[in-house]
């Protein structure tokens, strides 16, 4: 095990009813900004209940956040925030609502030049505003952590940054406001968290046998959930596992004394910024490609996934290592999340485009043991064609 | 699955080397005082290296928190620090030392009455001393929770608190000052974190299955990793994973959305208060009883533990439940930890003391749905005789 630091000071409130403690959560006399997405929020009746809960509050709106939420809005947030003196900014929603969340409370308070260097150069982030989240949809694990990624749609660039500063104060989990999401976006929450976990644990021995159990232990659980809430997403009882798993698998519990991957990460988010294909669709092409090309060096947990997750006992290991690989594209599938390529009318071009993008920003081996080098990328992409 | 709020701002330094960092956490100028138990760590060095890294601040130092921590002792800390001006207490060795520093810090700032009724009548804390901890041995989960165990001497009495206030603001969590620890306080430690899992794991079913693989994973890792500390607490590779089970176990992670029970402390505590027996060692005898007096009642959660935790797969549910249970038992008494109260010299009278200590008080039932009378205190303990 290496040595670590665990920090996480979010408080979470989970559960049926809970809205009505958002109050004891803000200070009170603070002029909140409450920021949304597309408007589902106004379909499923949480706005209405969030800005009841917030009466006694002077509360200015902003909707409008894109699912991989754009830099070029959060900006527009930002320079009304400062005209309007905002002291607390309240995201509702998903990921990509509390992701720009993050970035627009961090951008408020730097004063060290263009914001966008927050993204593009990681600049250290010496302040945020304080932000909360209400949690209305299962996926990313933002709502208990200080990651968030965003793109800028000009340059079709798509970057992420981490600072203390970004953890919320709070965040209400609302498995109940997930009842009315359609089937895709359960389908990507579940492969989100799903692979997630797999950066973090997937990469070789490392004597941290708690933290690969409960890594295991999120897999097995949105394998058993997750199918359920993807029938049938007004199943409460299976909702709640499915966004606890999800929160679970990203808020640095397990990744505790071990070191992580996150290619299938970067190689995704390029797919996202020039084609536009959603977050976790793009992860579901590339994991299985970079298992492909790292079966040799990553042998050893994928025996231990195939054996804990899957139950292949039988055959060699290279067939066990297959059947891993295998099950786990059906179970992407499973959730009609394609996994190939062609799929999404993609060919050869679409992977030297990464490549050379890669290239140009003069990459370096990166993940897992810095396994991934170019001719990797390239691999990986080549066997999901 | 309950609704919960889960909240725990424990930093968390753990490793080889990490003393370091200690000075970064304390604001600079504050007065320490330094408490500790009964000098392991000036046979092991730590003492030397914490008052080092502490070079550029004033310390007093107060030594000689008992296990199982006076309440006596503790008030004369708290003596010293009223007259000292202390401003932060940093807490180095075990459990003991951990809860002690706790009630010394809530104790301080207590102007409600007698601190005593702290603990005796759960009076609430208003504010506490900020603390830190260097963890030198792993058991209690101290280092990483706001609960606090104290007896008062003069009384037998042992009665425990809990309170945001008493989160350690850091925990530097030393697997490497372990080395020296006797075999005794390495298999106490095992056996604390393992039934501090159970009392959270071992209910009844609730729509919680990755909090159950959570539990089950704590309870496999010190299985698994556990004796090999027991051999050789030199073995740090072995020390990690203990050390971070123990803190894993009782930092709320498991908790979320669950039931407890907490029978087996509580009775546990009696026969600490009246005779003295080690904590863990006390769980080690309540434990066996309440499940054969309970069989039935947690017959599901039972069942569940006697496949995932021991593989126990063939037979009737009944022998699979004494199978579990005798496994338990074994696993125990192979750290020398003996589960039958004749082995401590204890007979009926030991539980008639205890039932009727439980009586005066107005016992109600507690515990795992209330099921915890009186009658089946007493079944639990003449099952132990």
Redesign the interface.
């Given at each position: 095990?290496?040595?670590?630091?665990?920090?996480?000071?979010?408080?979470?409130?989970?559960?049926?009813?809970?809205l009505k403690k958002l109050p004891l959560q803000i200070p009170s006399g603070q002029k909140i900004m409450m920021i949304y997405g597309g408007g589902s929020i106004k379909k499923n009746g949480i706005y209405t209940q969030v800005l009841s809960a917030l009466r006694d509050y002077q509360v200015i709106e902003f909707g409008g956040i894109e699912p991989n939420p754009h830099y070029e809005t959060a900006m527009k947030a930002v320079e009304i925030i400062k005209k309007e003196n905002v002291g607390f900014l309240l995201a509702v929603g998903g990921g990509s609502v509390i992701d720009a969340t993050k970035f627009i409370a961090a951008a408020t308070l730097y004063n060290a030049g263009d914001p966008w260097d927050i993204l593009a150069k990681n600049t250290v982030v010496k302040a945020s505003l304080p932000i909360g989240t209400v949690l209305t949809l299962p996926a990313t694990g933002s709502e208990m952590n200080m990651g968030s990624v965003i793109t800028r749609k000009s340059t079709n660039e798509k970057f992420s940054f981490l600072t203390p500063f970004s953890f919320p104060k709070f965040s209400i989990l609302m498995p109940e406001a997930a009842a009315s999401l359609p089937q895709r976006q359960v389908a990507n929450g579940i492969v989100d968290a799903y692979v997630h976990v797999i950066e973090q644990y997937l990469t070789y021995p490392s004597?941290?046998?708690?933290q690969d159990?409960?890594a295991?232990?999120?897999l097995?659980?949105l394998i058993?959930?997750g199918p359920k809430v993807y029938l049938n997403s007004a199943d409460y009882?299976a909702m709640?596992?499915l966004m606890?798993?999800a929160t679970?698998a990203l808020n640095g519990?397990i990744s505790?004394?071990v070191s992580g991957d996150w290619s299938v990460h970067m190689i995704g988010h390029e797919l996202t910024a020039f084609y536009e294909i959603d977050h976790a669709r793009t992860l579901a092409i590339v994991l299985p490609g970079i298992w492909k090309a790292l079966r040799n060096e990553k042998k050893e947990k994928l025996l231990q996934y195939a054996n804990r997750v899957w139950n292949i006992v039988d055959g060699s290991d290279d067939e066990k290592i297959d059947k891993a690989i295998q099950k786990t594209v059906d179970f992407f599938e499973s959730l009609e999340i394609p996994t190939k390529l062609s799929s999404y009318n993609l060919d050869t071009n679409a992977v030297n485009r990464i490549v050379d993008r890669f290239e140009e920003r003069k990459w370096k081996a990166i993940g897992d043991r810095q396994l991934i080098t170019l001719e990797v990328v390239r691999k990986a992409l080549e066997f999901q064609l």
């Open positions: 095990m290496n040595n670590f630091e665990f920090y996480n000071p979010v408080k979470i409130i989970f559960g049926k009813d809970q004597n941290a046998p708690l159990r409960f295991e232990s999120i097995l659980t058993e959930e009882n709640v596992n606890w798993c679970m519990t505790c004394g």
